[in-house]
């Protein structure tokens, strides 16, 4: 848990143009951190002395800072020694990220992807490499982690950054559990769509045609069914696999999605199920049932089974 007494995390990410660094700072941007590229060194004072928004008064909220030499005053001495300086108040945690890569590769990155080196705008790529080494040097030698990307892909590094760099509490993708109608449609944001018309339909019974899967008596109906509790089972293997992979792969949003006919009944009784069950594995699921307002009409409803 971190208090309002602990530092402010910063972490400065620079490095070897081509080496990574966009693809690390987007990471961290979804993993929770505030991120700030090509800031000016003479404004660094002026965003650290800003204050944070509301949801993170307490200071929670980690700056990633993205510099290299196409930063405007760029100096890699001047930029070592103001870190040093930050790193001697008690309020602040500075690290620095150096991503680093093998020439040859970043030729190969370059002539791929058609961009010209910043710092060789008309010279070969080589040229504007060996001119990038030497002016980051100091903060190669001065950097407390360094990540060569060489044999790494975006999404290789990606997976690194948040291995390394991830909040607790903040990175989670915002998990969303949906019931719904087919009769209406499937909704088109799901990243799972699971089909409850496998279940007996309370819809069939008149006594239970008017209530909803929120209502003890329909949702007995349904747990009744014999194919209900290995089915249940499955699904929460099923979920408790595939959210936490969503998460790690820095997926912002997931919808768990869960069908019936009409979408009054089965599904919102399963979603209603779902979400706890979630809740109870650590997540925060937040419910809507899309359908539920909707008249029951028998011309949408599966054919009744026999008794």
Known sequence: MIHAADPQRILLVTGM?????????????DLGWEVVDN????????????EQPLTHRDGSRPLALGIGPGTRGFDAEQIVGRIKLLSEERDRDVGTLFLDCAGVELERRY????????????RPASDGIAR???????????????????RLSANDLAQQIRATYDVPGQS?????????????????????VLDM???????????????????ADVSAYVAADPAYPEAMAAIETLLGTLVPRYGAVGKAYVTVAFGCTGGRHRSVHVAERMAAWLRDAGFSPTVTHRDLGSFPQNALEDAPQAP
Not at 199 to 213: I, Q
Request: glycine content about 8%; cysteine-free.
């Open 17 to 29: 143009s081509g080496a990574g660094k966009s693809t690390v700072l987007k990471t961290l941007e």
């Open 39 to 50: 800031l000016p060194l003479l404004l660094l004072n002026r965003l650290l002395a800003t």
């Open 111 to 122: 002539a791929e992807t058609r961009r010209r080196h910043p710092l060789a705008a008309d």
């Open 132 to 150: 990038e080494r030497e002016l980051l040097a100091p903060l190669r030698r001065w950097a407390s982690q360094l990540i060569d990307t060489t």
């Open 172 to 192: 989670g993708p915002t998990l969303s559990v949906l019931s719904f109608g087919f009769a209406r449609g499937v909704p088109r944001n799901a990243d799972l």
């Open 197 to 215: 018309r496998f279940l007996r339909n309370p819809h069939w019974v008149p006594e239970l045609r008017p209530g909803t899967g929120r209502d």
